[in-house]
């Protein structure tokens, strides 16, 4: 188990406080807040995020647009990345560099994107502060709707790299 640094902590706790990430997404990803998404589980083994099915939502086939679910879907694999960047110095650059997206079945109902193995990120980022170079990271998170539907899946890669001082 990785001890958390006084301010990976306290992301944490703001990321998981509904208010605090409710006003962060309101100043920093307006289109998160629109949408409605939110973080409804955080811990060392899992994140589990949710976006609403509703008329700002949905296409015109009446599913939940696949924009929406991959919002959704990153942001199930971002929170332990970002937890994990904090109190570097100097700071880790955390970017996308990959994402792949399968789509199984209509999306007509509140989703719910749970990423499993959240530790591999703070491994991650501390490999990339020892060995002084960019590293690569997979995360894969599933979509399903209340009814345990699965309606898609997606793997992010993120790069963790540590900025020059």
Request: hydrophobic share 45%; proline share 2%.
């Amino acid at each position: 188990m990785f001890a958390l640094n006084s301010k990976q902590q306290k992301l944490k706790r703001n990321l998981i406080s509904t208010l605090k990430f409710r006003l962060y997404l309101l100043f920093n990803l307006p289109i998160g807040w629109l949408a409605g998404m939110k973080i409804i589980d955080f811990t060392e083994k899992h994140c589990i995020t949710s976006v609403p099915f509703n008329w700002i939502n949905k296409n015109p086939f009446k599913s939940v647009y696949f924009a929406v679910q991959s919002m959704a879907a990153e942001l199930s694999t971002a929170t332990a990345c970002m937890v994990a960047i904090q109190g570097y110095q100097p700071s880790i650059a955390l970017i996308i560099v990959d994402m792949k997206g399968k789509f199984h079945k209509k999306a007509t109902g509140k989703l719910f994107f749970t990423c499993i193995h959240q530790s591999q990120a703070y491994d991650t980022a501390a490999r990339a502060v020892a060995l002084k170079k960019a590293q690569e990271l997979s995360l894969k998170t599933i979509g399903k709707m209340s009814d345990g539907t699965v309606v898609s899946e997606f793997t992010f890669t993120w790069s963790f790299k540590q900025r020059q001082s």
